[in-house]
């Protein structure tokens, strides 16, 4: 079985992919595919680029390679927006992150987008825009909805989160998927869920440096709501603290309360603080 992964620009796919593939997955990315057909049709992957803007047909190749290859790989992780849609049958995780953090992983990194942008403010609106702009050409373009959760098995949050613990969280998943497939799983931060103890550095974030890997995710699952602009628990929160203070960095969201003038039921929203399943 396969794995799909996507998410919300400046979640950390990449990161996370090469933590994945330290751990012995086969990496395929949307630009690796793309690089193929362009040295298969002797052009450079700029002149493929400028060709597919007015050919419909070179997306529809690329759209296919990556059908064609999920029935024949197997232990391969697939880095493609769309590759949950293409690969049918494969374990399909969603990265979730706030757009304050996305927007500025993508102003102090190393990508031209950067160079677009004067600061992390408009960083943000750009992203913000990129989303909905990209969601509506998907929607055009094939019918499906980008954002809506139903479309994935496992939803994780990256804001307060390294690339290591997602993939370790990525694995457990995947391997409990295999023998007890489960409908839409929710993972967000503590952190997130306003819990001061889950912050960088951590005595957590050592055992994994070390390789000694330790249950991330907190045992139940929890309600949250949404509050002053951000989110927390709802109800009960002794055992979330209690978690939160052992080391756990993730928890199982069981549903979010929101009022319907906020949002739609059932779909992943770039939205407010956060990117958030309702």
């Given at each position: 079985m396969n794995i799909t992964i996507t998410g919300n620009l400046g979640s950390g796919k990449s990161s996370v992919c090469k933590?994945?593939?330290?751990?012995?997955?086969?990496?395929?990315?949307?630009?690796?595919?793309?690089?193929?057909?362009?040295?298969?049709?002797g052009m450079t992957v700029i002149e493929l680029n400028e060709a597919a803007k007015k050919d419909r047909s070179i997306d529809d190749m690329l759209d296919q390679r990556s059908t064609e290859l999920g029935k024949t790989m197997d232990h391969t992780v697939f880095d493609s927006r769309l590759a949950w849609h293409f690969v049918q049958h494969s374990f399909?995780?969603?990265?979730?992150?706030?757009?304050?953090?996305?927007?500025?992983?993508?102003?102090?990194?190393?990508?031209?987008?950067?160079?677009?942008?004067?600061?992390?403010?408009?960083?943000?609106?750009?992203?913000?825009?990129?989303?909905?702009l990209e969601q509506e050409r998907f929607k055009n373009l094939y019918g499906i909805d980008y954002y809506d959760a139903c479309n994935y098995d496992l939803?994780?949050?990256?804001?307060?989160?390294?690339?290591?613990?997602?993939?370790?969280?990525?694995?457990?998943?995947?391997e409990l998927y295999q023998t007890q497939p489960f409908s839409t799983k929710v993972?967000?931060?503590?952190?997130?869920?306003?819990?001061?103890?889950?912050?960088?550095?951590?005595?957590?974030?050592?055992?994994?440096?070390?390789?000694q890997e330790q249950p991330l995710c907190a045992d139940g699952s929890f309600?949250?709501?949404?509050?002053?602009?951000?989110?927390?628990?709802?109800?009960?929160?002794?055992?979330?603290?209690?978690?939160a203070a052992s080391g756990k960095v993730f928890a199982v969201l069981e549903r979010l309360e929101m009022g319907q003038s906020e949002a739609d039921e059932g779909k992943l929203r770039y939205m407010i603080d956060f990117a958030k399943v309702l």
């Open positions: 933590e994945l593939e330290k751990s012995g997955f086969t990496i395929i990315s949307a630009g690796d595919i793309f690089r193929q057909i362009a040295a298969e049709k399909k995780v969603f990265l979730l992150v706030d757009t304050k953090e996305a927007a500025r992983r993508v102003f102090t990194g190393n990508s031209r987008s950067a160079e677009t942008y004067q600061d992390i403010k408009e960083a943000q609106a750009g992203l913000e825009e990129r989303a909905k939803i994780i949050e990256s804001t307060a989160a390294s690339p290591q613990q997602i993939a370790q969280e990525i694995r457990r998943n995947f993972e967000m931060n503590l952190k997130s869920l306003r819990f001061s103890d889950c912050r960088e550095g951590h005595p957590q974030a050592e055992c994994i440096q070390k390789g309600c949250a709501g949404h509050k002053n602009g951000g989110f927390c628990l709802c109800g009960d929160v002794s055992e979330a603290e209690a978690a």
